[in-house]
């Protein structure tokens, strides 16, 4: 798989792909990459890319004359292309995207600054347009590194398919809390259950905690998983019992409380 990035600053998304898992990616020839730099495709001397809007308003737009010579010399054009404009104007990011964009051989993401860039580049260009969340920021070079760090490494090989299968919104549902060595930390105990060596608990335990923490922080994710078919029936009873004190985990003191539930749950 291929990721080009068209940018105005190149050093931002370059320290991404030469570090951690996505260097070894690279290095394997799993992931190929180009940063293109959209300066090198002004007109003038001062590689001018932005202007003054046309009806007036606050904020310079990047011009389309350097982005769509740069997104000419990629052959951003071509069908096997698919291009992408980072804006958070687009539609929402997510990991169902995410997957679906992994299974495409090449992805230009173009990174906008200032106001944004000209509607007919999007126009002759842009396959689709999407944003990582609802506020707005400087960079969108910011922006495009997020989409690729959560799609490159769904290309099979880059992480086992068993890291993957245990990840947060796989199922529609928030990963189950994690714990290492040392046991015991700050008083803090790892849970007995994890320590018993006896998987079926374990599976239960890690169920009941990952739909603990989706209703906590996501309840909106147990309807979607309702509608996809993805809850099971023993899932659905601890939902049952789990939304009688779920609340409490956002006070301290209460959150004393739910522990100590906890606990009494395990120990039947």
Same mark, same amino acid.
């Given at each position: 798989m291929?990721?080009?990035v068209? @940018?105005?600053f ?10 951690? $898992?996505m260097?070894?990616?690279v290095?394997? *020839?799993?992931?190929?990459?180009d940063?293109?730099? $959209?300066?090198?495709?002004a007109?003038?001397?001062h590689?001018?890319?932005?202007? *003054?809007t046309?009806?007036? *308003? +606050? ?8 982005l ?6 990629v052959?951003?054009y071509?069908?096997q292309q #698919?291009?992408?404009?980072?804006t958070?104007s687009?539609k929402q990011?997510?990991?169902?995207k +995410? ?11 173009i990174?906008?600054?200032y106001e944004g860039i ?5 126009? @002759? ?7 990582i969340?609802?506020?707005? !920021? ?7 590194t997020? !989409?690729?760090? +959560?799609?490159?490494?769904?290309v099979?090989?880059? $992480? @086992?398919?068993?890291s993957?299968?245990?990840?947060s919104?796989?199922?529609?549902l928030?990963?189950?809390? &994690?714990?290492?060595?040392p046991?015991v930390?700050? *008083? ?10 006896? #998987? ?7 169920l009941?905690k990952?739909l603990?923490?989706?209703?906590r922080?996501?309840p909106d994710?147990? &309807?979607? +998983?309702?509608? @996809?078919?993805?809850l ?8 049952e ?10 006070d301290r ?11 009494g749950? &395990?120990e039947k």
């Amino acid at each position: 798989m291929k990721f080009t990035v068209l @940018t105005l600053f190149p050093e931002i998304p370059e320290a991404f792909f030469k570090t951690s $898992i996505m260097a070894k990616a690279v290095e394997k *020839g799993i992931i190929a990459y180009d940063l293109v730099n $959209i300066r090198d495709f002004a007109l003038d001397k001062h590689k001018t890319c932005d202007d *003054g809007t046309y009806g007036g *308003g +606050a904020g310079q737009l990047l011009m389309p004359q350097p982005l769509g010579r740069a997104l000419d010399s990629v052959q951003a054009y071509k069908k096997q292309q #698919h291009v992408i404009y980072v804006t958070p104007s687009g539609k929402q990011f997510t990991q169902k995207k +995410a997957v679906e964009l992994s299974r495409k051989e090449n992805l230009v993401f173009i990174c906008g600054r200032y106001e944004g860039i000209d509607q007919r580049i999007i126009d @002759t260009y842009v396959d689709e347009e999407l944003s990582i969340g609802d506020y707005v !920021m400087s960079s969108g070079e910011l922006a495009a590194t997020v !989409m690729v760090d +959560a799609i490159y490494r769904l290309v099979d090989g880059v $992480i @086992t398919e068993e890291s993957l299968n245990e990840e947060s919104f796989n199922g529609n549902l928030l990963e189950y809390p &994690q714990y290492t060595r040392p046991e015991v930390y700050k *008083g803090l105990e790892v849970p007995s259950v994890l320590r018993s060596g006896n #998987h079926e608990e374990i599976r239960k335990w890690r169920l009941r905690k990952s739909l603990e923490k989706t209703l906590r922080n996501r309840p909106d994710l147990i &309807q979607t +998983a309702r509608l @996809t078919g993805t809850l099971t029936e023993e899932a659905e009873k601890m939902i049952e019992e789990l939304t009688g004190y779920v609340t409490y985990k956002n006070d301290r003191k209460k959150n004393r409380l739910l522990r100590r539930l906890q606990r009494g749950n &395990q120990e039947k």
